[in-house]
Structure formats: structure tokens, C-alpha cells
């Protein structure tokens, strides 16, 4: 559970239901060579908010902004669908490859279709492991309460490992070293998920946000304070929706041993140490990963 959502004092966002977005958008269709690619945004699973989707949305004016990306499937929503009033395929395509192999061509060999900036997606594997196990859970086996805790323990010391091999923190490291080196892209940011419903950080990591999708060329329709209601509307308020279910539903906190939690640290560690600063985002992703190195302590 989000610290800032279990000690954040209440604050007014009253005003915000006076919030107006702005809709002076001068956006017209282009030849077909000329629309505007879609962005990578790789997410382990579970690291975007549950109103990300309405979130983009809302703060583009385009309609079906985000996009699924999984190769295997036919019945899933494709990156590349023709906005035809705006001239805008998908602003970010959403992607859990490498942990979800793609059957045709991979992302490298797919340059020519997206923008070269990529935007990663990534959680505390604390808590990320239990939420991807949780999600399985719900989407294949039609769960519609937090598994029992015997489930999550067996789960936990089967793929979470012991005290000497994770091979969930293994998929996870790799998965983010795969697209900080993926050329010929370049990580533009990381999208902590922690920072999304921080009553103080997550209005800062949307306007960073909002940037990048800025000078990529994308609208922007909501600025200043009406870009913090609109987060507040899409993000926040359903993230304290969901811990008031959780706590409803008395949901325990899924633990680790102190083996599995002395290894993911000092796995933690050495991957702070192997990031040279050679690659766009580096520091950012370091600043991350020490945060969650504190999360053991």
C-alpha cells in the first residue's frame, strides 16, 4: 500500500469542480505518412494506475489514447488505429514484452511505427509480485477476492525464490534493462508507480508526464491546476477508492521471508551499481531503485 495514501491528511480539491479543460485544439488530419506514431510504454504488469486509461484520455482529447499491445492476440486492441478527426494514431502503447514474448516482429524492428522516446512503467517488486499474482488471479481464474494467503505463499516461494535466486526480480530486472538498451529508442522517463497517487509527487510526475507528450507533439488539453484535478479525478480519487475496498474487505499485507528480503535487496543494490549513466534516464532510474532499496529497511 501507497505510504502517502495511508498518513496523507485530507486536502480540498473542491475547486476542482469548477476545473474547465482547455478546448482551443487546432488538430487536423494529415496524409497517412505524416499522423503521429504512438509512443512505447512498457509497464510491468500492475505499475500503471487503474485510471490511466481515462487519465490520457481526458488530457490529450483523443479518443482511444491508449493501446494495448499484445502480439499474440487478434481480439485486443492494436497501437496503430487511425484517430480520424485528430490524424493521431494511439498516444502510448502499452507493452509487457519481454514478459510476454511478442510472436511477430519485436519492438526494434518496429521503429519506423512508433516515436523514438519510450516510457517505462515499473513498480516496488514488494508489492509488484503479489499485484501481478493477485491480477492473474482475477483475469484467468476469475477471482473476485484476494487469493488466500496459503496461495500467496506457495506462489511466492516458488517464483519469488529464497535466499540466493529470484527468478521474478530476475524477469523484472530484465525486463527494464531490455528497454533502457533498446535502440533505437531511449527512455524518456520512468513511471514509478508508487509516485502516481502521492498526494504531493504524483500532481509533479503528471506534469513531467505531460511534458514529454508535449514535445513529442502531442495536445495538451489541461495546464496547471486543472492538470492536479484532473489527476485527482482519474488517479487519485479511484486509488483511495481501492484501499477503502481493501481495508473493507480486511485484505492482508502479503510478506516475504527475510531471506527472500535480504536477497531482492542486495539484488537491488547491484543494479544500482551496473547502471554506468550511459543511457538516457539512468539517474532517474537509480533515484528509484534507492527508494525501494529503503522500503527494506
Not at 109 to 115: D, K, R, S, Y
Not at 198 to 226: C, M, N, R, W
Not at 229 to 252: F, G, T, V
Amino acid at each position: 500500500v501507497n505510504s502517502a495514501l495511508k498518513d496523507a491528511a485530507p486536502a480540498d480539491w473542491s475547486h476542482c469542480l469548477k476545473a474547465r479543460p482547455n478546448n482551443n485544439l487546432n488538430i487536423t488530419a494529415g496524409p497517412r505518412d505524416k499522423v503521429k506514431n504512438p509512443l512505447w510504454l512498457p509497464a510491468y504488469p500492475t505499475s500503471l494506475p487503474e485510471g490511466y486509461s481515462n487519465f490520457l484520455t481526458e488530457l490529450t482529447g483523443l479518443s482511444s489514447a491508449s493501446k494495448l499491445y499484445y502480439r499474440s492476440s487478434k481480439t485486443l486492441k492494436r497501437c496503430h488505429n487511425l484517430n480520424i478527426k485528430s490524424g493521431f494514431d494511439g498516444v502510448t502503447c502499452e507493452i509487457v514484452h519481454p514478459i510476454v514474448p511478442c510472436n511477430r516482429p519485436s519492438p526494434s524492428a518496429q521503429a519506423a511505427n512508433f516515436g523514438n522516446v519510450v516510457l517505462v512503467a515499473l513498480r516496488n517488486p514488494l508489492t509488484a509480485f503479489p499485484s501481478y499474482h493477485q491480477e492473474k488471479a482475477e483475469k484467468y481464474h476469475g477471482a473476485k477476492e484476494q487469493v488466500k494467503f496459503e496461495e500467496w505463499i506457495s506462489f511466492r516461494d516458488q517464483y519469488v525464490g529464497n535466499s540466493t535466486h529470484s527468478p521474478l526480480f530476475q524477469e523484472w530486472k530484465e525486463f527494464i534493462l531490455e528497454w533502457r538498451n533498446m535502440e533505437p529508442y531511449y527512455v524518456a522517463m520512468y513511471l514509478q508507480h508508487e509516485e502516481w497517487a502521492d498526494e504531493t509527487i504524483g500532481v509533479e510526475l503528471v506534469k513531467k508526464f505531460a511534458q514529454v507528450l508535449s514535445e513529442e507533439g502531442y495536445p495538451i488539453q489541461y495546464h496547471g491546476d486543472e492538470l492536479a484535478c484532473l489527476w485527482h479525478k482519474n488517479i487519485m480519487q479511484p486509488a483511495i477508492q481501492k484501499k477503502k475496498k481493501h481495508e473493507d474487505e480486511s485484505r492482508y499485507i502479503p510478506d516475504y521471508t527475510a531471506g527472500q528480503k535480504d536477497f531482492l535487496e542486495a539484488e537491488l543494490r547491484k543494479f544500482v551499481t551496473e547502471l554506468d549513466n550511459t543511457r538516457p534516464g539512468d539517474e532517474q532510474l537509480k533515484d528509484i531503485l534507492n527508494r525501494y532499496i529503503e522500503d527494506f529497511k
